[in-house]
């Protein structure tokens, strides 16, 4: 059962606006089975800007109910229900900030018909309400009025529960009062993760890096991180699309891959502190230094020559560790040489690899 509707509101600032009229349509899945439209006494003023959208003004909402007279009904018409509306974000705040003026907790899961537009019409050239039904060709009257918006959004909500033809969609874009949506997407991220060591890629929904993660258990720390209550943590989790990662196989390339990228790609959400470089150098000036790879058999290879650090690769044979022409064409070539000097120098100095080659 859907509780689809429109909201029009004073204006004014976030979490300060009153409810100026309501249009909710209780829809079944093939009829309109209820319905309730009414204006609103917000008890403040309505912006000028807002007037002149809506043409609703204070003088027409004087003998309006006021929010606590019209409480009870509006309960009862969205009970068991989805609300649907068209960014049903905004709608289902405004309505929640209004029952928590009156100490009643409102809660119900949202359908948003804009993301459900955005996926089910893709070739819509806009998906405000407006300029997406002049697309489909439905029908608007009363326009920024909350019972002709709520009319135009039963519609268009018909036309993409069609359109939703394994109904997977409609499902997948539930948001739960409980969070379960966020949950049951993260528990998704993690189970396709490995607990292996390596670095790990935040992504939104741009596929844009916005944190790196690192650790001896990927999938340990990844949900580490979605646990947190801190700022940015909270920001990561909200944000998180998909998560990708790189196995290492030891902690000097978890390290030297961990920081290089950090200083490269700069995440939104990760704390980059300066690190000082190096001025020593390598007791040799050319060398390999070899560590266990990311699995049995494959070795971590890193080139150092002139002190300078050339490159990174994994190996598999020792002919190629061997065949110093053939190794250069198979490394990872380094940007930043003094960072990778920085922490190839400072990790050797507290911990054993497998094996340095004096070359």
């Given amino acids: 059962m859907y509780a689809i509707l429109d909201i029009e509101t004073t204006g004014g600032k976030y979490n300060e606006e009153g409810i100026t009229e309501i249009a909710i349509y209780k829809y079944d899945g093939h009829q309109i089975v209820d319905q309730f439209i009414s204006l609103v006494n917000p008890e403040r003023e309505i912006q000028e800007f807002v007037v002149k959208l809506t043409g609703i003004n204070n003088k027409m909402l004087r003998n309006a109910p006021k929010f606590y007279e019209i409480a009870k009904r509006v309960v009862e018409i969205t009970k068991d229900c989805f609300i649907v509306a068209h960014n049903a974000n905004f709608d289902y705040r405004i309505l929640r900030t209004e029952f928590n003026r009156l100490g009643y907790t409102y809660k119900r899961n949202t359908l948003c018909t804009v993301t459900l537009s955005k996926k089910l019409i893709p070739e819509a050239p806009s998906h405000s309400l407006g300029k997406l039904c002049r697309f489909l060709g439905i029908p608007m009257a009363d326009r920024h009025r ?214």
Wanted: net charge positive.
């Fill in 146 to 359: 909350a019972n002709g918006d709520a009319l135009a959004t039963v519609q268009l909500f018909k036309l993409l529960i069609d359109k939703d033809v394994e109904k997977k969609i409609i499902q997948q874009s539930i948001k739960y009062f409980d969070n379960r949506h966020v949950k049951f997407h993260i528990q998704k991220i993690l189970d396709s993760l490995p607990e292996k060591q390596g670095v790990f890629y935040v992504h939104n929904n741009e596929g844009t890096i916005i944190f790196i993660g690192r650790g001896k258990n990927i999938k340990h720390e990844t949900n580490k991180l979605f646990l947190k209550e801190t700022k940015k943590a909270l920001k990561v989790t909200k944000r998180v699309a998909k998560v990708s990662y790189e196995e290492t196989g030891n902690l000097l390339f978890t390290r030297l891959k961990y920081h290089l990228e950090l200083e490269k790609l700069q995440p939104k959400y990760n704390v980059i502190r300066k690190r000082r470089t190096t001025d020593r150098d390598f007791n040799n000036d050319h060398m390999l230094i070899v560590d266990k790879g990311r699995d049995s058999g494959e070795h971590a290879v890193i080139l150092i020559e002139e002190n300078e650090v050339i490159g990174y690769t994994y190996t598999n044979l020792a002919f190629q560790e061997n065949q110093l022409s053939i190794l250069k064409s198979m490394l990872t070539p380094i940007e930043n040489k003094e960072l990778a000097k920085t922490i190839i120098k400072n990790y050797l100095l507290k911990n054993k690899v497998s094996k340095i080659v004096r070359l």
